[in-house]
């Protein structure tokens, strides 16, 4: 909470004195490093190296953020997610880039981003229940790549050192080095949406184990207890000193209504990593 104040803090302050409290906060901050006023940067772990040019109106919200010296984050960046953005010396990321760490992206020496490129290392929005896809997994660029206007990262994404990636390409595998990738109009691949979608559907209690599994890793739920039921494509929470469980419907997504804070952290799991969006039902 203490650094989170001084990264609202420093969103109105000059470099001089947000340097001096980061310092504070425990933060390693390099000589020279620019944080203008307008920029929101935080990270539990943050480390800027000397000269970074962190430019106005920049959004850093991550666990763990570790910029090399002599490097520039553009005007209008978003560098947000739930794991960690890392680069070496001498990286530029362009104005208005988009880059969501919920694996963790890494950029090598002497590489940069051009302007409105968007990196996600996670894609899930429809729901893993009836076969859509979901990947999740970090992004990696290598030393000397430079990324034109306008490129997607996917999930997964890996480009080997000295490489040239043209404006408007996708990338969503491994890119040996030396190479040099453009779009082409002809190799675009129409694939029947029905098709895949049935062959990767799964049985109810197959997600439902999934998810479940997923979901209590690491976590201490305090003799909460989930409870699967495939046949009516529901599972169910039960908590401490409630009879009645809360219920929560993925064949016509619906859940019950609960401020508890369990409830609330599995509703944002299951829309974030499996693209189950449910209404409320008040």
Not at 140 to 169: K, M, Q, R, T
Not at 177 to 189: E, H, I, N
Request: proline fraction near 5%.
């Amino acid at each position: 909470m203490f650094k989170k104040l001084i990264s609202a803090i420093c969103v109105l302050l000059p470099s001089g004195p947000s340097r001096l409290l980061f310092r504070l906060a425990g933060h390693k901050i390099g000589k020279n490093c620019r944080l203008p006023v307008f920029s929101y940067v935080y990270a539990e772990q943050l480390e800027l190296g000397n000269d970074v040019d962190i430019r106005p109106f920049v959004l850093i919200n991550i666990p763990q953020c570790r910029i090399g010296s002599s490097s520039i984050v553009s005007y209008g960046t978003q560098i947000i997610g739930g794991k960690g953005f890392f680069t070496k010396d001498n990286c530029f990321i362009g104005p208005h880039c988009i880059i969501h760490c919920e694996e963790n992206v890494s950029l090598g020496f002497y590489s940069g981003l051009g302007a409105r490129c968007i990196v996600y290392s996670h894609g899930s929005f429809l729901p893993v229940t009836r076969g859509y896809p979901a990947k999740f997994a970090e992004i990696v660029i290598e030393d000397y790549v430079w990324i034109a206007v306008g490129v997607s990262f996917l999930p997964g994404a890996h480009v080997e050192s000295n490489c040239i990636i043209n404006a408007g390409v996708v990338v969503n595998s491994r890119i040996p080095s030396g190479t040099l990738l453009q779009y082409d109009a002809k190799q675009v691949q129409r694939l029947d949406l029905n098709k895949v979608t049935g062959f990767a559907k799964r049985s109810n209690q197959h997600y439902h184990k999934n998810i479940i599994d997923s979901f209590l890793s690491g976590r201490k739920l305090n003799s909460c207890r989930f409870e699967s039921n495939p046949e009516s494509n529901t599972v169910s929470l039960y908590l401490p000193g409630k009879v009645q469980p809360l219920s929560y419907d993925f064949e016509n997504y619906y859940c019950d209504n609960s401020s508890n804070k369990i409830h609330r952290e599995f509703l944002a799991f299951l829309r974030l990593r499996y693209g189950i969006n449910l209404r409320t039902r008040y």
